[in-house]
């Protein structure tokens, strides 16, 4: 009978495990629907903007308060750096942190190891777990942002973006990176090292394409007094951009997870009852063979 108290009781513990799991798919699911049709919404405008930013910067190079500064450092090692890793604050969604972690350390390891070694490269964390973690390896960590993802909206990245772009004016950094997934279905997210300043050149963009052909813009007004309007606030939407693609990719890689963990669940619960079942079964099969043999002797 002891043997039967210890799977009955495993069978409760995967119950409750699989009423947890199924809630939390539920959740994430209802999320990356409402997320899902924001970014899909807006990325076709993020990407018409970002495209527009470029193709000007292939001939404006100083304008909209500095963010189409060339990098003029003599030597490449000397460059100062912000790398932003933007991951979850939360764990249970699959290899989503793991995936941003991995290439962060493969940055810091490889790109900037050198940059790193001596002193430049500044890690801002948009992400607990990948702080924890950073921080339990001893790597050096400037800071964190994990407060955006509690309450994502474009309105509380704002304050964000015009810090980012006032450092790099001031030229605290040479050049800040993003590291993050993003979305394209629920089922697949896309590791994106992507360069946030300086803004990269339509050419540098098509290097290894054919140039399309010049694009002609009719400013009205100048065109420095549109670019230094319509620029800061292209870099606040991308970064918008960038933690939504992130908090969708998020929500869908844990939709995921949590179903692939209540069908486990679910096949170790069948499991479990047949085993419950054989077990019942032989300790009563057991007691009627006492019983059976108990009246035979007398």
């Known amino acids: ?111 900037y190891k050198i940059q790193y070694e001596k002193g430049n490269v500044d890690i801002l964390c948009i992400s607990k777990k990948i702080e924890e973690t950073l921080r339990f390896r001893k790597y050096r960590v400037a800071g964190n942002e994990n407060e955006l993802l509690d309450k994502l909206s474009y309105e509380n990245t704002i304050a964000f973006a015009e810090r980012l772009m006032k450092d790099f004016v001031d030229e605290k950094y040479d050049r800040i990176v993003f590291i993050y997934n993003q979305f394209k279905n629920a089922g697949t997210q896309i590791l994106v090292k992507e360069q946030f300043l300086p803004i990269v050149s339509e050419n540098k963009v098509e290097e290894e394409t054919n140039p399309a052909e010049e694009t002609e813009y009719i400013f009205q007004p100048s065109k420095d007094e549109i670019l230094n309007t319509l620029t800061p606030n292209t870099l606040k939407l991308q970064i918008y951009k960038i933690l939504l693609d992130s908090f969708t990719s998020e929500h869908g890689a844990r939709m995921v997870s949590m179903t692939k963990a209540t069908d486990n669940a679910g096949e170790l619960l069948k499991e479990l009852n047949l085993s419950y079942n054989k077990a019942r079964q032989g300790a009563i099969t057991n007691e009627i063979i006492e019983i059976v043999g108990g009246a035979n002797a007398l």
């Open 1 to 111: 009978m002891a043997n039967l108290k210890e799977v009955r009781t495993r069978i409760n513990s995967v119950n409750s495990t699989m009423q947890i799991t199924s809630a939390m798919k539920m959740v994430s699911a209802s999320k990356l629907r409402k997320s899902q049709s924001t970014i899909l919404a807006l990325r076709p405008y993020a990407s018409k903007l970002q495209e527009i930013m470029q193709h000007l910067s292939t001939s404006l190079q100083t304008s909209a308060n500095g963010v189409y500064a060339k990098i003029h450092k003599e030597n490449p090692e000397d460059e100062k750096i912000l790398l932003i890793p933007v991951a979850s604050n939360k764990g249970l969604c699959g290899v989503f942190n793991v995936t941003v972690l991995r290439e962060t350390l493969r940055v810091l390891n490889e790109d």
